[in-house]
């Protein structure tokens, strides 16, 4: 249990550090260094959460969503999280995490790591959780510090706009001020200015009103009375954005009011707020008053609707600027696009004659409902290729839901996308196409050859595309098809028939060729040992040379021979259960250590102590180590070769063979692994005989067959580490258990 006087020492010494510090990493290193001393913890570090919440780690991501003081007080291999795992292989035994929380969000994690067991008791976090509190707020006091001077900072950058714009706190104090505000209100300095003493307008008033709604007054700007709306953006408790737009400027109806009367089809209505018609300007050719034929009627009266729908139409003035209805324009009825304008004490409303684009809708709901009802596929794009709609039969084909085609890529149904966008670009171009074949992908991605043709069209909204998938699964695409698989069976049973004879070939020379080398050596052992008669110097030299050549030739010959019987899929596994910490003392090793040692190097075997037994073939393993090994003497003339196996995780074991040689060179890497392919051994004085180039390949395929898998790296000059992991327990597959 923490001693009150640490507790109390600890609240004492990091109060002055929230006080005195000047930004965040000088309090949070002041907290940490606080942390250590008075509670003797090995290691503490504060990290901010990231704002994307991109973790790197899933237990900031648990502590953040829970904001929980997550305590684990004896870490070993089978902790929750990969994390904690890391932190016991690095020494630690306890470890915390202390959600570090402000205005109700967590904002930083305190982790603190022990090498003692049961460091952290209940009072000693309970006291780091209060301290955290206190840094939290610091934290979250200059971030909103921070905020605001951006903001401040963000009218110097964008405010270049003539609308007259100011940022006000609730006191009144206008913070900044654009240019066009101090044009028009004459004023030279905002750091002495208060909103009241420019705007006869209540504050609180502004800071309350909605967005969209503005408040109107009536002032004198540059000695002339105006008309000001007044909106406002609340970004805070304590600040308003205000922006100022002059209502009484009406220029521009006098331009609009020119347009309308030179031109047919284009009709303008000044309201009222009560839509009561206060002019009305257009070529009213079947009207004997002109415009003023309209004057007092109200607006919704001319909708060819009922009282009710005509009032609602209208009703959407301050919400919706434009719409389309019919109306009745003089004594002829039309459908109309209109626009909507506020004006300060009533509406500007323009209305075009949308005849033409009634017609182009009514073709268009036509051509869609001949499409819903046809049963070949059809889909419209938008101009960069994504799915507006689709008709039920697209559905039925593909196997898509209709809301889950639509706004995705059309290219993504398509196996050869290159058709599709070669066809969209000639469409581009004003061309049509029809008849092109394809291959469509379906929901459960079986693929399914058509015919497509597409069209462009012009739309409200832009260019779209039509396109219609005319023949599904045709009779021709499928004979083609089957005449291609047919073919490509009896080209695969060719080369299979090849190369099993092959496989059997090299599988028969090599035993034949493996009798009469024996016989070779055997004989040459004979005469080596003098069974024969005493032999002089140089003869017993010629007879070892012999051996040692016989020796060579019949490991090449073995690793043919393996090559052949793993091609073929020969074989087989003998799985028993295998010390790797044991495999040092196999007369395999001892005579590759002892060979690395006569060539002047330094060979080093080691195991971990907590390598488990596993389930392998112990003569295959032999045979990879053997392999990697041996390589390393080869192309290492000073240095040292490393073996180091150890375990990597619950289920797997990692063995590497490390050197100090000349390094392979980004050529080599490509086809290190491939059958027959030898390294270049650029930089050797003495090059060693050469070999099969199937060493590696056929260490590759013994990892293969244990379900693991090998890697290595390599820099030129410097050396060259391979490893290689495997399961701890060995499972066989399906294949492996066939007979």
Not at 7 to 24: G, T, W
Not at 167 to 176: A, D, E
Not at 223 to 244: A, F, G, Q, W
Not at 577 to 591: D, F, V, Y
Request: hydrophobic share 40%; charged share 25%; glycine share 6%.
């Amino acid at each position: 249990m923490v001693e009150n006087i640490l507790m109390d020492k600890f609240f004492l010494d990091i109060f002055p550090i929230v006080k005195a510090s000047s930004d965040d990493k000088q309090a949070i290193n002041n907290f940490i260094g606080v942390v250590k001393d008075v509670f003797g913890i090995d290691s503490a570090d504060v990290s901010l959460i990231p704002g994307s919440k991109d973790y790197s780690e899933k237990l900031d991501e648990y502590i953040q969503n829970t904001k929980k003081v997550y305590v684990d007080n004896q870490l070993s291999e089978y902790s929750a999280f990969p994390e904690l795992i890391n932190y016991k292989n690095k020494g630690y035994s306890s470890f915390a995490a202390i959600p570090i929380i402000a205005s109700g969000k967590t904002i930083a994690l305190l982790k603190l790591m022990a090498k003692q067991e049961n460091r952290f008791s209940d009072d000693m976090l309970t006291a780091l959780s209060i301290g955290g509190f206190f840094i939290g707020m610091f934290l979250a006091y200059k971030s909103e510090s921070a905020m605001n001077l951006k903001i401040a900072n963000y009218f110097d950058a964008a405010f270049n706009s003539s609308t007259p714009q100011m940022l006000v706190n609730s006191s009144g104090q206008i913070i900044k001020l654009n240019k066009g505000a101090i044009s028009i209100f004459s004023v030279t300095s905002s750091s002495k200015t208060n909103f009241n003493d420019i705007l006869k307008v209540p504050l609180e008033k502004v800071f309350a009103l909605e967005r969209g709604k503005f408040i109107e007054a009536a002032m004198p700007v540059n000695r002339d009375e105006r008309i000001l709306s007044i909106s406002s953006y609340k970004i805070n408790d304590d600040m308003v954005h205000i922006s100022i737009n002059d209502s009484t400027e009406r220029n521009a109806f006098i331009a609009i009011a020119s347009l309308v009367n030179s031109s047919k089809g284009i009709y303008l209505f000044i309201t009222d707020k009560a839509l009561k018609i206060r002019a009305a300007i257009g070529k009213f050719d079947d009207v004997p008053d002109g415009g003023a034929y309209f004057v007092g009627k109200s607006l919704p009266e001319l909708i060819q609707k009922s009282p009710e729908k005509q009032e609602a139409d209208f009703q959407k003035i301050g919400k919706s600027k434009s719409g389309v209805t019919d109306m009745v324009i003089g004594n002829a009825p039309m459908h109309v696009r209109y626009s909507i304008k506020d004006i300060g004490d009533g509406y500007a409303v323009v209305a075009t004659d949308a005849g033409m684009e009634r017609y182009s809708d009514l073709l268009r709901e036509n051509l869609y409902g001949f499409l819903n009802a046809t049963s070949d596929a059809a889909v419209t794009l938008d101009e960069l290729g994504y799915i507006r709609d689709c008709n039920i039969s697209l559905e039925q084909v593909l196997g898509y839901k209709k809301d889950e085609i639509i706004g995705t890529d059309v290219r993504n149904l398509y196996i050869d996308q290159a058709i599709l966008d070669r066809d969209i670009a000639y469409v581009k171009s004003g061309g049509a196409v029809d008849g092109t074949y394809i291959n469509l992908q379906k929901r459960n991605h079986d693929i399914i050859p058509g015919i497509h043709s597409i069209r462009g069209l012009k739309g409200r909204n832009g260019i779209e595309y039509l396109l219609l998938i005319k023949e599904l699964a045709t009779k021709r695409r499928l004979e083609d098809q089957e005449s291609e698989l047919k073919a490509q069976m009896a080209l695969s049973k060719k080369f299979r028939m090849n190369s099993e004879l092959k496989s059997q070939f090299i599988s028969d020379i090599t035993h034949e060729l493996k009798t009469p080398l024996t016989n070779i050596k055997g004989f040459s052992k004979l005469l080596y040992d003098g069974d024969f008669g005493k032999l002089n110097d140089d003869q017993k030299e010629y007879i070892k040379t012999i051996l040692d050549e016989s020796d060579r030739l019949m490991i090449i010959i073995t690793q043919v021979l393996d090559a052949a019987k793993l091609e073929a899929d020969k074989v087989k596994l003998d799985i028993k259960e295998t010390n790797l910490r044991e495999m040092q003392n196999n007369p395999s090793i001892k005579a590759l250590e002892e060979r690395a040692r006569n060539n002047g190097l330094d060979f080093q075997w080691e195991s971990d102590y907590d390598v488990p037994i596993i389930t392998a073939d112990p003569n295959r393993l032999i045979q990879v180590f053997a392999n990697l090994i041996g390589n390393s003497i080869k192309f290492t003339e000073k240095g040292s070769i490393k073996v180091h196996i150890f375990k990597k995780s619950r289920g797997k074991i990692q063995c590497e063979v490390s050197d100090t040689g000349i390094g392979i060179s980004d050529e080599d890497k490509r086809g290190i692994f491939k059958k027959f392919y030898q390294a270049q051994k650029r930089s050797l004085i003495k090059p060693d005989g050469t070999g099969t180039g199937l060493g590696l390949a056929i260490t590759k395929e013994i990892i293969r067959l244990h379900h693991g898998a090998i890697k290595f790296d390599s820099q030129l000059g410097k050396g060259t580490k391979f490893w290689f992991t495997l399961p701890i327990t060995y499972k066989p597959s399906k294949k492996d258990q066939e007979p």
